[in-house]
């Protein structure tokens, strides 16, 4: 449950489920240059995250005809990891958080997941929007708590628009913008500058 301490090593692990993790200019790995990753789950196992600023030109109507009303602008797949990208997951804001709706599993606030073999139809009145996300991004046990003590990520409260932004291009500067003062000034680090 997010919020909760769990023992790790002999010290206490806070949950970062809900947290945003923002790629740091150090980070050498492609697949997340530049990104924003939401954590969807982080367990002493673990952590599986979406990105939230990788759109395709793939229309979610071509995939999910179903739920392609549901979508939010850009209502296409976004890449949301690595990890197993014939997979989905999708991401949905609810409209009224603190009701409880079967097939939804609550991330932060009112952001979740939604379980995509529920009939889209029943959930139409509850949900605000979603995104859908082909594949996703894993770390095994103490495997991003290692890059993050390497500098590789930002570990930052989000908002709850954030994973549902009209310009998912600007969310990396504008997530360090809002942040203030040198972090600020990391969104205007040069994309083809090499750090050592």
């Known amino acids: 449950m997010q919020g909760e301490g769990q023992a790790i090593g002999g010290r206490a692990m806070e949950s970062m489920t809900g947290r945003l993790l923002v790629a740091t ?11 924003v990753v939401l954590l969807v789950a982080h367990e002493p196992g ?46 949905a804001r609810m409209r009224h958080p603190m009701r409880r709706l079967k097939g939804f599993h609550q991330v932060s606030g009112a952001v979740g997941t939604i379980d995509l073999s529920v009939d889209p139809e029943r959930l139409r009145e509850s949900i605000g929007g979603i995104r859908v996300f082909a594949g996703y991004s894993g770390w095994g046990s ?51 500058v090499a750090l050592n």
């Open 25 to 35: 200019p150090a980070l050498k790995d492609p697949n997340f240059d530049r990104t």
């Open 46 to 91: 673990g952590a599986l995250g979406v990105v939230l600023n990788r759109a395709t030109e793939v229309p979610v109507s071509e995939v999910l005809g179903d739920w392609s009303d549901l979508a939010r602008y850009p209502a296409v797949l976004f890449e949301g990891g690595p990890v197993q990208p014939d997979s989905a997951i999708c991401l």
């Open 142 to 192: 103490g495997q991003l708590e290692q890059e993050i003590a390497g500098g590789s990520w930002f570990v930052l409260d989000g908002l709850p628009g954030d994973a549902f932004v009209d310009r998912p291009d600007d969310l990396w500067p504008m997530v360090l913008r809002r942040q203030g003062g040198m972090m600020a000034a990391v969104a205007h680090f040069p994309p083809d």
